[in-house]
């Protein structure tokens, strides 16, 4: 079974420029969840979907990022315009469950950022 | 908001047995999750704590105190393949996951 998948899985791009990341989640699962991971702050949810609904966006860092799920196989995340400070790595992970929260969140292999 | 705190790096030798702490502060959660996450590669789950008490799956058990904000990870019979971050996080409703900034687990021979 293929697990989550994004792309790319590297990024080096220009201050200013946009970023778009992409997810697909594992199929039949209904919730997709996008996090950063950096050194200093560790792993931060960002904003998660729950059949392709996003239902809490709290934790994206400004306006310059915004999140789609136009359907239940895809979702991306774009970073517009890019800072360096965004420079991190950024995991898509999905589940299966319902609004419980004990299940298993899976994780894709990560998009490693670097905005120069 | 919550507070969770590990310790930033732990060393163990091969075979031996190491106890990776989780403390944390919150209003509220639903239960305490574990993933392992390897240098460069992506967390994968361990475990998952919803009662107090211990929960054993092989070399790995995890535990939870409710009332003490305390959580543990423990690891037996060390491998080197262990060498790797542990990271707990809360599940605080609605399938919203806090993590901690995670441990770096160092196992030498």
């Known amino acids: 079974d293929a697990g989550v998948i994004q792309s790319p899985r590297h990024e080096v791009t220009e201050m200013g420029q946009e970023v778009t990341l992409r997810c697909k989640p594992i199929s039949g699962h209904n919730s997709l969840f996008w996090y950063r991971q950096t050194m200093m702050r560790g792993l931060e949810l960002l904003i998660y979907?729950?059949?392709?609904?996003?239902?809490?966006d709290s934790g994206m860092p400004e306006d310059r990022f915004s999140a789609k799920m136009p359907n239940a196989s895809f979702s991306t995340l774009k970073i517009q315009p890019s800072e360096p400070r965004d420079s991190a790595v950024y995991f898509c992970a999905s589940t299966a469950g319902g609004t419980g929260g004990q299940e298993t969140q899976y994780f894709g292999p990560g998009t490693r950022l670097l905005v120069l | 908001g919550q507070n969770i705190d590990q310790p930033t790096e732990m060393t163990a030798t091969e075979g031996a047995i190491v106890q990776i702490n989780c403390t944390y502060q919150t209003s509220g959660f639903n239960g305490l999750f574990w993933y392992q996450q390897h240098a460069g590669e992506a967390p994968t789950f361990l475990s998952y704590?919803?009662?107090?008490g211990l929960e054993e799956k092989g070399r790995f058990s995890s535990f939870l105190s409710r009332s003490k904000g305390y959580s543990y990870l423990l690891l037996k019979e060390l491998q080197m393949k262990d060498s790797a971050s542990y990271l707990c996080?809360?599940?605080?409703?609605?399938?919203?996951?806090?993590f901690g900034t995670g441990t770096r687990l160092l196992v030498s021979p």
């Open positions: 996080a809360l599940n605080t409703g609605f399938q919203k996951l806090v």
């Open positions: 979907f729950n059949n392709n609904v996003p239902i809490d």
């Open positions: 704590n919803v009662l107090d």
